[in-house]
């Protein structure tokens, strides 16, 4: 089997809520299978480090600015230190009206290595951005069941999503999407509401309301969909990790066995020969093109075998480019930096 998917990154004003993470995979909700897991590009079933190429196109707009943000996206997955306070909204770097480029390409890879959405987004369709914000299902009857629970927030634990199907992974006997613990596999996580605590009504993700509401700092997933204006979001969370390794503990579905493996990005300049493509080109704001196989891997296993992530040019988003390189990673000459 091979499908694509295109997932789109939107800009929104600063009175607009953003949400955040539980974990989900890309393919999930289109294939309409909770249980897919999807592995990054190179992957066939066997243990080790996968390394795995980003360039950006020979065609890109803006390709000298460009380049600090993409290397700096990629020293941040590479490095893996997540942290559950990891937003900057009112950034001093940023103008009101402008958007970090940065933070838009850290999700967009994220896309490209096999995260997807953890809350509903715009790909929903509801009418109301506000419902963006509760946790990722699949729809049943035609419509989603959106209850919003005591808290007021969208999100949390005390939901009441009718029969909503769950397609985020949660921490069995806590789903508290905050943890980043040493065993992360399915003996640990699961999608089946049956495993949630006692006065749970559903999965809870790790919002930047919800992180509010628990007093978990300013903080929220990466691969949440929308962007503020004049935020900053230049570190993973806690749960973009976390489900990340779901994938990596391998077919198996079982950390420190034999199929485990990392993910070593590898910036590889200007070019278009690499596994994941970045170009800055036309309208809209941010999508990435992901295809992806099941072939040579077990069932509701998936693996990308192309990326591309498209980025509006800066005659239509306002984009900020950040000029300090940081520290570490790997880059097109492989010499550390």
């Not at 909700?29 to 020979?58: F, K, M, R």
């Not at 715009?122 to 069941?145: C, H, I, Q, R």
């Not at 198996?252 to 278009?272: F, H, M, N, W």
């Amino acid at each position: 089997m091979k499908t694509t998917r295109s997932i789109l990154a939107l800009a929104v004003g600063a009175a607009l809520s953003a949400s955040a993470s539980a974990g989900t995979f890309i393919f999930a909700e289109s294939q309409e299978n909770p249980d897919i897991i999807v592995h990054p590009i190179g992957y066939t079933g066997a243990g080790g480090t996968l390394s795995i190429s980003v360039c950006i196109a020979t065609t890109s707009e803006s390709q000298s600015d460009l380049e600090i943000p993409v290397r700096n996206a990629i020293n941040t997955w590479n490095t893996f230190q997540p942290s559950k306070s990891n937003v900057t909204r009112g950034d001093p770097q940023l103008d009101n009206n402008e958007f970090d480029i940065e933070s838009v390409l850290l999700h967009e890879v994220g896309h490209c290595i096999g995260l997807a959405h953890p809350n509903l987004a715009n790909e929903s369709n509801l009418p109301d951005p506000d419902d963006w914000d509760y946790a990722k299902t699949l729809k049943t009857g035609g419509s989603y069941d959106l209850g919003i629970g005591g808290d007021g927030v969208r999100g949390s634990r005390d939901d009441q999503r009718g029969d909503d199907v769950n397609l985020n992974w949660f921490r069995i006997g806590s789903n508290d999407p905050f943890l980043f613990e040493s065993e992360i596999d399915l003996d640990t996580y699961s999608n089946d509401v049956a495993d949630l605590p006692g006065g749970h009504a559903f999965v809870e993700i790790a919002s930047y309301d919800v992180s509010q509401l628990r007093g978990e700092g300013a903080g929220e997933g990466v691969m949440n969909q929308l962007t503020l204006n004049q935020e900053t979001q230049r570190q993973i969370h806690n749960e973009d990790a976390t489900t990340l390794r779901i994938g990596r503990s391998g077919a198996d579905e079982d950390q420190g066995t034999a199929d485990d493996y990392d993910i070593e990005l590898v910036y590889g300049g200007i070019s278009d020969s690499c596994d994941i493509t970045v170009e800055m080109t036309g309208g809209g704001f941010g999508v990435c093109n992901v295809s992806a196989t099941s072939a040579g891997l077990p069932a509701n296993h998936l693996r990308i075998t192309t990326g591309t992530i498209t980025l509006g040019s800066t005659g239509s988003v306002n984009w900020f480019f950040n000029d300090t390189l940081s520290g570490g990673g790997i880059f097109h000459d492989r010499f550390e930096q």
